[in-house]
């Protein structure tokens, strides 16, 4: 058996190993497509500038995931509690993601500056959606059974919504809150490219106009190692939230 980590380990080994000859056999230039040895010389050479743009769009990511994450459970509550949000908000809902988000980020540039704040409302907007749908698809499918006996009980609605339903619901919004924090990163990102004076989306673009592609690779793997720390931060929590819910993955598959 192969420990998890390990298996990352051999992975990720593969993986650069097999970029770094494709480098070497291709002979590419280095403005086109630099190696993993290049990407690891500039992240050591450009570690003050990475860590400086990095913690501003660490910032705004984190800002987003909890404001996107309140927002998109109230909203998933009063779905849930109020017949008639759920005539008029779901269509709304729905219609908001037939808007691409690179529409709306100019707008929120244009209405809340350059700052961080218009990145913090991209990544929300981003966040939003996901956690709304998760939390609300938990609180419509708890076990009628359970409903049953709050009504046979006396219960009132707001009670057994917030005693019954959304416990029940919880395993269904923490994915939501999953998939949030693997998007979280677009947002601000995004919001960046747009419009800004710091984060690692400013940095890709100044890096990319002055073909440094390698400084361009190396924020890249800057936000994707945030992406997958925030991932397994959210993951360890959601576990201990839920300690009633193992996992129950077949055994064939832990080898």
């Given at each position: 058996?192969?420990?998890?980590?390990?298996?990352?380990?051999?992975?990720?080994?593969?993986?650069?190993?097999?970029?770094?000859?494709?480098?070497?056999?291709?002979?590419?230039?280095?403005?086109?497509?630099?190696?993993?040895?290049?990407?690891?010389?500039?992240?050591?050479?450009?570690?003050?500038?990475?860590?400086?743009?990095?913690?501003?769009?660490?910032?705004?990511?984190?800002?987003?995931?909890?404001?996107?994450?309140?927002?998109?459970?109230?909203?998933?509550?009063t779905l849930a509690r109020f017949r008639a949000a759920r005539r008029w908000l779901m269509p709304v809902l729905v219609v908001s993601q037939a808007i691409?988000?690179?529409?709306?980020?100019?707008?929120?540039?244009?209405?809340?500056?350059?700052?961080?704040?218009?990145?913090?409302?991209?990544?929300?907007?981003?966040?939003?959606?996901?956690?709304?749908?998760?939390?609300?698809?938990?609180?419509?499918?708890?076990?009628?059974?359970?409903?049953?006996?709050?009504?046979?009980?006396?219960?009132?609605?707001?009670?057994?919504?917030?005693?019954?339903?959304?416990?029940?619901?919880?395993?269904?919004?923490?994915?939501?809150?999953?998939?949030?924090?693997?998007?979280?990163?677009?947002?601000?990102?995004?919001?960046?490219?747009?419009?800004?004076?710091?984060?690692?989306?400013?940095?890709?673009?100044?890096?990319?106009?002055?073909?440094?592609?390698?400084?361009?690779?190396?924020?890249?793997?800057?936000?994707?190692?945030?992406?997958?720390?925030?991932?397994?931060?959210?993951?360890?929590?959601?576990?201990?939230?839920?300690?009633?819910?193992?996992?129950?993955?077949?055994?064939?598959?832990?080898?």
């Amino acid at each position: 058996m192969i420990a998890p980590l390990a298996r990352v380990v051999v992975t990720l080994a593969v993986l650069l190993g097999g970029w770094q000859a494709l480098v070497w056999l291709t002979g590419l230039p280095r403005y086109l497509l630099p190696g993993p040895l290049a990407v690891a010389e500039a992240m050591h050479r450009q570690a003050p500038l990475l860590i400086q743009h990095g913690l501003t769009t660490l910032t705004e990511i984190i800002l987003g995931l909890l404001g996107g994450v309140a927002l998109g459970g109230l909203s998933a509550l009063t779905l849930a509690r109020f017949r008639a949000a759920r005539r008029w908000l779901m269509p709304v809902l729905v219609v908001s993601q037939a808007i691409p988000v690179f529409a709306l980020a100019p707008l929120l540039v244009l209405w809340l500056g350059y700052g961080m704040a218009s990145k913090i409302a991209m990544a929300i907007l981003v966040i939003y959606f996901p956690v709304t749908t998760a939390l609300f698809d938990g609180l419509r499918r708890t076990e009628p059974g359970w409903l049953d006996l709050a009504r046979t009980m006396g219960a009132t609605p707001a009670a057994t919504l917030w005693v019954i339903r959304l416990p029940a619901a919880q395993p269904a919004f923490w994915s939501g809150v999953r998939v949030a924090a693997a998007v979280a990163p677009i947002g601000a990102v995004i919001g960046e490219w747009v419009g800004s004076s710091s984060g690692l989306g400013y940095l890709m673009l100044h890096a990319n106009a002055r073909m440094q592609i390698d400084v361009l690779f190396a924020a890249v793997l800057v936000l994707g190692l945030f992406a997958v720390a925030l991932y397994a931060a959210v993951d360890a929590l959601a576990r201990r939230a839920l300690p009633w819910q193992p996992d129950t993955q077949p055994a064939e598959d832990s080898a």
